[in-house]
């Protein structure tokens, strides 16, 4: 059994997909680019606004599934630069309060929507 999580304050999907399902306990949650909710474009070109736009995306789908970040368990990051690593690393670090989940970084040559960095997640409902 499963079921989509759909909320209006992350980006709509673009394509054939949920914004997370959640299954045996659990929510997937789609890779999530850098789009505003509201506008459904690219929030800028700043590296910086576009990691903290993914992550307030990533936000508004854990809480439509009263869920937060640090229920997360399993984080995939999917990035353009590694000269940003570090600067994504501050800004990612300040969303926990607690254990960070596992996770894995991966640097690309492009993403959707000449996006600079994509995040999608698992999160464990107890």
């Known amino acids: 059994m499963k079921e989509?999580?759909?909320t209006d304050k992350a980006?709509?999907?673009?394509?054939?997909?949920?914004?997370g399902i959640i299954s045996n306990g659990f929510l997937f949650i789609s890779g999530q680019v850098p789009l505003d909710p509201k506008?459904?474009?690219?929030?800028?070109d700043d590296f910086e606004e576009q990691v903290?736009?993914?992550?307030?995306?990533?936000?508004a789908i854990l809480e439509a599934s009263n869920l937060s970040f640090d229920d997360l368990v399993k984080?995939?990051?999917?990035?353009?630069?590694?000269?940003?690593?570090s600067t994504f690393n501050n800004?990612?670090?300040k969303y926990f309060k607690g254990?960070?989940?596992?996770?894995?970084v991966i640097?690309?040559?492009d993403l959707p929507v000449n996006a600079q960095i994509e995040i999608e997640a698992i999160a464990a409902r107890e």
């Open 91 to 93: 800004i990612y670090s």
């Open 75 to 85: 984080v995939t990051v999917f990035m353009k630069d590694p000269s940003k690593f």
């Open 107 to 109: 640097f690309v040559n």
């Open 11 to 19: 980006p709509k999907p673009v394509g054939p997909y949920s914004q």
């Open 52 to 59: 903290k736009r993914v992550l307030e995306n990533l936000k």
């Open 99 to 104: 254990q960070y989940p596992a996770r894995s």
């Open 4 to 6: 989509a999580v759909f």
């Open 39 to 44: 506008t459904g474009k690219l929030v800028s």
